[in-house]
């Protein structure tokens, strides 16, 4: 009968901590004590340094958002408290690594550096309530924490769709709440040029807009002949930039090369081998617009349809101080270390076609047209490392030869990042099989799509170090990000569909030990993150 009685006493205290600590992501550690502690306005927030002046920031700006108070600032409290302290050299804790405790009289986050604490300040938010309330208590528990990969990064595309700063912001924050440090902005594209060069004008002026897209599924069935453009100022830029850092988040840009460049072709015609050829477009598919446009004498326009092109940059000098100067008014805009080129589907046809290609194969002594490619991802490489920074590219820069020092991201499935990190290359995992947030979520899905079908189960069942890999190997892989290419995203709330909840599954995938992550109480977790959704006011996928 005892025994009885403290199993039924030990099974509610477990349904309890259930209830009331649904974390996403995981953390490494957790103890749930007796108690909770009541936040309310008169909680003081101690903050005792200027590094966690952001973190404050933030936290005061949910509680204000989705509560409707803010904490006052302090610099001491006996009682009734959440205390914010970065300190370094936490024993046994990373750089991003924090401490967390709550009880009766207060929270207190400990960071192994500034970003730590941050991650901590996410912690307790996990912990707040999902109804809006002037006084919210949270369990008493004790956290130690740190993250798995040091790169937990998404995608957004905003070429295929413009998205306004107000929403980048929002995905921005998306990434935050979920202890994700890489914003990776698909910056450029077939259609459209999205980000101002002030040496280059043409690129927002003709190459950020376009006067149709198809209707339907590629590959279409007609024009919508609705024009779609808009572009980010560098002042807009460098304010997105900031708002990121400030939520230490890295922002990367990519500007596609040699391929995805019907935009930048459309503007400056001169950067394709054939500047007096036609942009190739299906007659059922052409806008109204660029016909008459085209019939007028109009070589190149902004691509319409989705899919792969065969109009890619020519490896002429011309082309090559282009782009040497688009990275320049790049890297002023983005401090991170890292830049991507792009290097995807970049068809050879062209290349094959044209006697200056050919001719330039031979003098380089090249092998054929892949070695072009090698030829042209090693000649920015060079030109990117020489401003400090490094090159990241899609998996097929590994043809023709992999540039020195790249990052390889392998998107067809992992073979491209196995290869990579079997030759010592850092590799950062993207597969389609599992992290591409545009597939279908349902076998039966309502909404347009690319196609595809990746369920939220095998977003969460995803391991980013493949099995080929010995230990010394695997140490290449950084991390993995989760992809959202809009082809089929014309606006913030589809957005949102596509990557909820499947974002909060990857968030665990990267952030938590392998052997925390358990599908029956991620399942838990998600109802109470779904609830959360609602909160932030984000549409997700509700099936």
């Not at 101080?321 to 830049?339: A, R, T």
């Amino acid at each position: 009968m005892v025994k009885s009685f403290f199993f039924s006493l030990l099974l509610c205290t477990t349904l309890s901590f259930a209830q009331e600590v649904n974390i996403i992501p995981q953390p490494v550690k957790v103890v749930r004590n007796a108690g909770n502690f009541v936040i309310t306005a008169q909680t003081s927030l101690v903050v005792t340094n200027k590094e966690d002046n952001a973190t404050a920031a933030f936290l005061n700006g949910y509680l204000s958002n989705y509560y409707g108070f803010v904490l006052p600032i302090a610099k001491k409290a006996n009682k009734n408290y959440i205390k914010l302290t970065s300190q370094k050299n936490i024993v046994g804790l990373k750089s991003e690594g924090y401490t967390f405790k709550s009880d009766k009289n207060g929270v207190e986050i400990n960071g192994n550096a500034a970003i730590g604490t941050f991650y901590g300040m996410q912690t307790l938010i996990q912990l707040l309530p999902v109804e809006k309330s002037k006084s919210l208590a949270i369990a008493a528990v004790e956290v130690k924490d740190e993250p798995r990969f040091e790169y937990r990064g998404a995608m957004l595309d905003v070429g295929r769709h413009y998205f306004p700063v107000a929403f980048v912001k929002k995905y921005i924050d998306y990434l935050a709440l979920h202890k994700m440090n890489y914003f990776h902005w698909h910056l450029t594209e077939d259609q459209g040029w999205r980000i101002e060069i002030k040496k280059y004008p043409k690129l927002t002026e003709i190459g950020s807009k376009r006067n149709g897209s198809i209707i339907g599924s590629y590959p279409g069935k007609g024009s919508d002949n609705t024009p779609e453009g808009g572009f980010y100022t560098q002042e807009e830029v460098k304010d997105i930039v900031k708002y990121a850092s400030d939520r230490f988040i890295t922002v990367i840009p990519e500007i596609e090369m040699p391929g995805h460049g019907s935009a930048a072709i459309a503007a400056y015609p001169e950067l394709s081998c054939f500047p007096n050829e036609k942009t190739q477009l299906p007659d059922n598919m052409i806008s109204a617009k660029s016909k008459q446009e085209m019939a007028n004498g109009r070589n190149k326009i902004v691509q319409e349809t989705w899919g792969v092109h065969s109009d890619v940059y020519v490896p002429s000098e011309y082309t090559f101080k282009f782009l040497q100067d688009v990275i320049d008014e790049v890297i002023v805009l983005f401090p991170s270390k890292y830049i991507h080129i792009g290097g995807d589907e970049a068809p050879k046809d062209a290349w094959k076609r044209s006697e200056f290609c050919q001719q330039l194969i031979k003098e380089k002594g090249l092998k054929d047209e892949h070695g072009l490619q090698s030829y042209f991802i090693q000649r920015m490489e060079k030109y990117i490392n020489g401003k400090g920074r490094t090159l990241i590219g899609w998996d097929e820069i590994l043809e023709g030869g992999l540039a020195p020092n790249a990052i390889v991201m392998s998107w067809r499935g992992e073979e491209g990042g196995i290869a990579a990190a079997k030759e010592n290359h850092q590799v950062i995992m993207t597969p389609g099989s599992h992290v591409y947030l545009d597939h279908s979520q349902t076998k039966n899905e309502k909404e347009v799509t690319i196609g595809g079908y990746l369920p939220i189960e095998t977003v969460y069942a995803y391991e980013p170090i493949p099995k080929e890999l010995n230990e010394q190997q695997a140490k290449f892989v950084l991390g993995a990000q989760g992809n959202v290419w809009t082809e089929y995203m014309a606006n913030p709330a589809k957005v949102e569909y596509m990557i909820f909840p499947r974002l909060s599954a990857l968030s665990e995938v990267l952030w938590s030990p392998k052997e925390n992550k358990n599908w029956t109480e991620f399942q838990t977790k998600i109802e109470t993150m779904k609830k959360r959704y609602v909160i932030w006011g984000a549409n997700y996928f509700k099936e």
